[in-house]
């Protein structure tokens, strides 16, 4: 091969494995909602599907009682979540929008009101703010979907990490340093707990917080 071809070839491969790597497994959905999530694995934005209940999942009717959701809807919303993730990995946002819009609107069909399914569609509604520039917007919608994932879930889970991360890195393109700091600090305990101290992501979450301090 030509040098210009292999180039291309080389930024191929290394286009395919990052995507590969990024995306945790996307596990089968089950009937009563007790579903896995997956995160992009990436200091910039992590968006999420319904989520799993962990152990420290707060006791409350919403999260208690099974939701009965036909096989039809229910596979509908699983195949929304695929192309909702493979839209965001191909940076087609506005196409994102259609599918996440969609999705919101069989998730409110479905849920009630104070479901922690509502969570993922928010997170991830702030990501695409976030993406357009809405920041302050975005910022409010992180706030709000860490505290209730944190209530549900507890710290060290996937969805209360993630949505973490979105927060420190909106407060970052405020120029809210400080803010993002304390943050950050709360991923990286969370990394802690969740993947070990020699993870990837726990690295990823410690060079997060040194480059808010280095703002200050």
Not at 5 to 34: C, D, E, N, Y
Not at 62 to 86: G, N
Request: glycine share 6%; net charge neutral; with cysteine.
């Amino acid at each position: 091969l030509f040098y210009g071809q292999r180039l291309v070839l080389l930024r191929q491969q290394r286009s395919m494995f990052t995507a590969v790597t990024g995306i945790r497994a996307f596990q089968a959905f089950k009937p009563h909602m007790r579903t896995s999530s997956f995160s992009i694995m990436s200091p910039h934005f992590c968006f999420s599907s319904q989520d799993q209940r962990g152990p420290s999942a707060a006791q409350t009717p919403a999260t208690q009682d099974d939701v009965d959701i036909p096989p039809e809807e229910f596979k509908k919303m699983q195949d929304s979540l695929k192309k909702f993730a493979q839209c965001m990995t191909l940076g087609k946002y506005a196409a994102a929008q259609m599918v996440l819009t969609e999705h919101r609107a069989d998730i409110e069909r479905w849920f009630p009101d104070d479901h922690p399914a509502h969570l993922s569609v928010d997170n991830n509604q702030g990501l695409l703010l976030k993406l357009d520039g809405n920041f302050e917007e975005a910022r409010r919608i992180f706030e709000r979907v860490t505290e209730r994932y944190a209530y549900f879930y507890g710290e060290a889970h996937p969805s209360t990490i993630n949505a973490l991360v979105n927060l420190g890195t909106v407060l970052k393109d405020v120029g809210a340093f400080e803010e993002a700091i304390p943050v950050f600090e709360r991923v990286i305990e969370g990394r802690r707990a969740t993947e070990g101290d020699t993870s990837i992501n726990y690295a990823m979450a410690k060079a997060m917080a040194a480059g808010a301090y280095r703002e200050v």
